[in-house]
């Protein structure tokens, strides 16, 4: 029971991992690809809207389209949950509205994101994302 206590203790305040995640989503956004490449684990796992299972490269890449420019996002039902102090989960729903190719788009759908230290640096270790709607 102890150790459970000193773990709990341990755990980051949801301060840290909302400035964590933000940073994280603001790379996405901003299609900074050095912060990103930074952020992600070489190992991620990624599940995208389809249900496929993805790696690092995939998830960058869908976010560097030369033509596409994205717009701010506002999170809805966040959660931060901590698994300790080197890791945590965050989720939440959004609608990614921007350009594509010059055209609108708006893509609605939740997200999670694991976040792990590794080598004292935060990384984004498994994303998974559901498409709401159709």
Do not use: C
Request: charged share 25%.
């Amino acid at each position: 029971m102890m150790m459970v206590a000193a773990l709990a203790a341990a755990a980051l305040t949801p301060a840290e991992m909302t400035k964590i995640a933000d940073a994280f989503d603001q790379a996405q956004l901003t299609q900074d690809r050095a912060k990103m490449e930074a952020m992600i684990d070489d190992r991620l796992v990624y599940i995208d809207g389809s249900g496929k299972r993805q790696g690092k490269r995939e998830f960058i890449d869908g976010w560097m389209g030369a033509d596409d420019r994205y717009n701010p996002i506002t999170l809805v039902d966040r959660t931060m949950t901590p698994l300790g102090r080197d890791s945590f989960v965050t989720s939440s729903a959004t609608t990614l509205t921007g350009t594509s190719v010059g055209k609108p788009f708006s893509s609605h759908f939740r997200f999670s994101d694991t976040f792990r230290r590794v080598g004292g640096k935060w990384k984004a270790v498994h994303i998974q994302v559901t498409r709401v709607g159709s």
